[in-house]
C-alpha cells in the first residue's frame, strides 16, 4: 500500500513541524481550561484506560500500585514575567520567557501537539497516537557528540577521551551556550520537564530538559521517570540540564573545531549541555545515558551501568539482556511471561538490578501484533510514534514502509506494558545474555558461555551496525562495539569490565551469547534468524532447560552449543550446517575470528585480567 510522510514538513526541512509562532502559532498557544476525564477520552478516541490508585509511599515495595495516564498529574502552568526566575530557570540565563509548560499531563500534551501542529494523530489499531517527522536526523548523530574537556577536572582524568568522547574547550561551551539561552529569550514560551533517571532512590540523578515544542517534552515524559507528587517539584534543583535548541544550527561550527553544524556538547562539571540542529528524541535519553555511565562507576560502592533490558519471572529470576539497537533487546524482554523491569538502560547496585527509564523506545520496523504483541499494543495513545509511515488512505500506521527509514520507532511509558514490574527495582540476575547480530552468519543462534569467554565477549561487543541506527547506514556493518554499547561508555571499558566480573563472581549469574543476525550465509545471502527461533533459544535459557541439553564445543570460538532444544530447528543450532558450501563458512568463521582477535589486542594487559586467552583459537 501507498503511505505518506507523517507531516507536511519535508525530510529536510523539519522547521515545518514548529509551526507559526504568529497568532495561533507555538509561541502564543495557551491550553485549553477544560480538563478531559478518562471517559471523555474513551469516546474520543477509543481507548479503554486502567485506573490505578496513586502509589502509598507506607506501603512495601510489593505493594507498588500500577501508574497510570491518570496518577501522572504535577502539571504547572507558569506565567509572567517572573515565569523563569518561580521555576528556576533564571539560574541558566533564561529570563525571557513569560509562559512556562511544565510536566503537563498526557492530556495536556496531547492537546499542545496537535494546537501546535507539531505532527498528526495516527489512526494506530489500539488507539490514537501523535506522529511525528524528525526530518533528516532519523538516528543519532555521534560524530556530532562532544565532552567538554575541563583541565585538571574529574573529568577530564576518568573520561576515555576518543572518537565517541571528542573533547571540546570550555571555550566553544561557552559560545554555544550563550546561544542557546538567547535563543530562549526570545520566545515567549518553552516547556520544562522535571524528573529523574534511575528507579532506585539510592543513585537516581535529578534531571531537567528545556524544549521548545510539546512533542518534545512528551518524548522525555515516557522516556525517564516522571514525578509522583507535585511536591517533588518544589525547590526541584536539577543535578543536569539540557537545553534543546533543535530548531537552531550551530553556524560557527568550523570556528570551533566541531563536524558540522549540528552540535550536542556536555559539560559535565557545570552540569549541562545543549542540543542544536538534531530534532532526533533519542539525543535526549542517550545523552543521560553517557553520563550514567561516568557517575555510578565512580561511586562508592561502585554501580556497574549497563546498556541492556531486563526482565523477572514470577520466581523472581531476573535476566538481563545487552545489546545494540536492533538486537532485539526491547523485543526480547518484552515477554508475556514475565514482567518487564526496562528495555534499555539499568543500573547493577549491592541490592540487584534497577532501571533508568520510565518508558521504552522501540524500533517499529516490520512490526507486527502475531510476532511483537507487548509492543503493538503498546501503541495506543500517550505512545508517540517517530518517522513511521502513515497510509495515505487512513492515516493507520505502516510498519512495513521504510521509505523514511529503517528507524522508525515508538517511545511510550512502561505502563503501556500490561505486565511491567511496578517497583522498576529486582535482585541479582540468574540469566545475562549477550545480543549480537551477526552480519557474516558465523555465529550460533545460542552458545552458553564460561565466565572468563563471558568478559571476552563483553569487551568485545560483537555485533552489526543496524539500518537507520546512526546517519549513513543504510545496511548492517559489521562492528565491535565493546560493552555492547561502546557509544555510550565514558570511562574505559575495562572499568565496566571489571564491575561486571566482580558481579558474576558474587552472584554466580549465567551468561550466553545469542545471535539474532543471519544464518546460512552473510547478510545479502542468507536468513535473518526468525524471532520465533530467538524467543525459543530465549525461552530455554529462562526456564533452565539449556542446563541439561548435550552440548558441542565450537572449534574455533570455545563456547558450547547445544545440540538440540525444543522450538530450535536443530540444522539452524549447527550454523555451519545452514550454509550450502561448508568450506566457505570455514573461510568466514576464521575472518570473523581473526577480526575478534585483531579487536581485542587493546585490550592485552588492561584491566585486573587478561581476558584474550578465552578468545576464539585461530589456526
Not at 514548529?18 to 477509543?46: E, H, I, M, Q
Not at 577530564?156 to 554555544?176: G, M, S, Y
Not at 520537564?193 to 522525555?220: I, L, T
Not at 545496511?475 to 569490565?497: D, I, W
Request: glycine share 8%; proline share 5%; charged share 25%.
Amino acid at each position: 500500500m501507498t503511505g505518506r510522510a507523517i507531516s507536511t514538513a519535508t525530510s529536510s526541512s523539519p522547521m515545518a513541524l514548529v509551526g507559526a509562532t504568529g497568532s495561533g502559532g507555538v509561541d502564543n498557544f495557551k491550553p485549553a481550561t477544560a480538563v478531559w476525564t478518562p471517559s471523555k477520552l474513551v469516546d474520543r478516541r477509543r481507548v479503554h484506560w486502567r485506573s490505578t490508585a496513586a502509589y502509598d509511599h507506607a506501603h512495601a515495595p510489593s505493594s507498588k500500585e500500577a501508574e497510570s495516564r491518570d496518577t501522572y498529574n504535577v502539571s504547572r502552568t507558569v506565567e509572567g514575567t517572573d515565569a523563569c526566575m518561580k521555576v528556576g530557570l533564571d539560574k541558566l540565563g533564561i529570563t525571557g520567557i513569560t509562559t512556562l509548560y511544565r510536566n503537563l499531563t498526557y492530556q495536556q500534551l496531547y492537546e499542545h501537539e496537535q494546537k501546535n501542529e507539531e505532527g498528526v494523530v495516527a489512526k494506530a489499531e489500539y488507539g490514537d497516537t501523535f506522529a511525528v517527522d524528525t526530518g533528516k536526523f532519523t538516528g543519532r548523530s555521534p560524530k556530532d557528540k562532544f565532552i567538554v574537556l575541563n583541565e585538571g577536572s574529574e573529568s577530564e582524568a576518568n573520561i576515555d577521551w576518543n572518537d565517541i568522547n571528542q573533547p571540546t574547550t570550555p571555550e566553544v561551551f561557552k559560545d554555544l551556550y550563550d546561544k542557546a539561552v538567547a535563543h530562549f529569550n526570545t520566545r515567549e514560551t518553552a516547556y520544562v520537564f522535571d524528573g529523574y533517571c534511575g528507579a532506585n532512590p539510592a543513585s537516581r540523578k535529578k534531571v531537567r530538559f528545556v524544549h521548545e515544542m510539546a512533542w518534545q517534552q512528551h518524548f522525555v515524559t515516557n522516556m525517564f521517570i516522571r514525578p509522583e507528587d507535585g511536591n517533588d517539584l518544589d525547590d526541584f534543583e536539577p543535578d543536569f540540564t539540557i537545553i534543546n535548541c533543535c530548531s537552531q544550527v550551530e553556524d560557527e561550527w568550523k570556528r570551533h573545531g566541531l563536524n558540522s553544524d549540528t552540535a550536542v556538547v556536555f559539560n559535565i562539571e557545570e552540569k549541562k549541555a545543549v542540543i542544536f540542529g538534531t530534532w532526533y528524541g533519542g539525543e535526549n535519553k542517550k545523552g543521560i545515558f553517557s553520563l550514567m555511565n561516568y557517575w555510578l562507576p565512580m561511586s562508592d560502592p561502585p554501580q556497574f551501568p549497563m546498556h541492556c533490558s531486563a526482565n523477572v519471572g514470577k520466581d523472581d529470576d531476573v535476566a538481563l539482556f545487552f545489546g545494540l539497537s536492533g538486537t532485539g533487546k526491547t523485543t526480547l524482554s518484552a515477554d508475556p511471561h514475565r514482567a518487564l523491569i526496562g528495555d534499555d538502560e539499568h543500573g547493577w547496585d549491592e541490592d540487584g538490578v534497577y532501571n533508568f527509564e520510565g518508558g521504552c523506545y522501540a524500533k517499529t520496523i516490520n512490526l507486527q501484533e502475531s510476532t511483537e504483541p507487548d509492543i503493538y499494543h503498546a501503541i495506543k495513545t500517550d505512545a508517540l510514534l517517530e518517522n513511521v509511515m502513515l497510509k495515505e488512505e487512513d492515516h493507520t500506521p505502516d510498519f512495513f514502509d521504510v521509505s523514511k527509514t529503517e528507524n522508525g520507532r515508538v517511545s511510550y511509558p512502561i505502563f503501556h506494558i500490561p505486565n511491567y514490574h511496578k517497583e522498576q527495582m529486582a535482585g541479582h540476575p540468574n540469566n545475562i545474555i549477550f545480543l549480537s547480530c551477526d552480519a557474516f552468519g558465523v555465529l550460533p543462534p545460542v552458545a552458553k558461555l564460561s565466565s572468563g569467554q563471558a568478559m571476552y565477549h563483553f569487551l568485545s561487543g560483537y555485533t552489526a551496525k543496524v539500518a537507520g541506527t546512526e546517519r549513513g547506514i543504510t545496511e548492517p556493518v559489521a562492528t565491535f562495539s565493546t560493552c555492547f554499547g561502546a557509544a555510550f561508555m565514558t570511562c574505559h571499558p575495562t572499568r565496566y569490565a571489571d564491575l561486571l566480573q566482580h558481579k558474576l563472581e558474587k552472584h554466580g549469574s549465567h551468561a550466553y551469547l545469542v545471535n539474532s543476525g543471519w544464518s546460512g550465509g552473510p547478510h545479502g545471502e542468507g536468513d535473518r534468524m526468525s524471532i520465533k527461533t530467538t524467543r525459543s533459544c530465549i525461552d530455554a535459557i529462562l526456564d533452565g532447560s539449556i542446563q541439561h541439553a548435550e552440548f558441542q564445543q565450537d572449534p574455533i570460538f570455545g563456547f558450547d552449543v547445544p545440540v538440540s532444544l525444543d522450538g530450535v530447528d536443530p540444522q539452524v543450532l549447527d550454523i555451519r550446517g545452514t550454509w550450502s558450501d561448508g568450506a566457505k563458512y570455514d573461510a568466514q568463521a576464521k575472518k570473523l575470528a581473526d577480526m575478534y582477535v585483531e579487536n581485542f589486542r587493546k585490550y592485552e594487559g588492561k584491566g585486573s585480567t587478561d581476558y584474550t586467552q578465552f578468545g576464539p583459537v585461530v589456526v
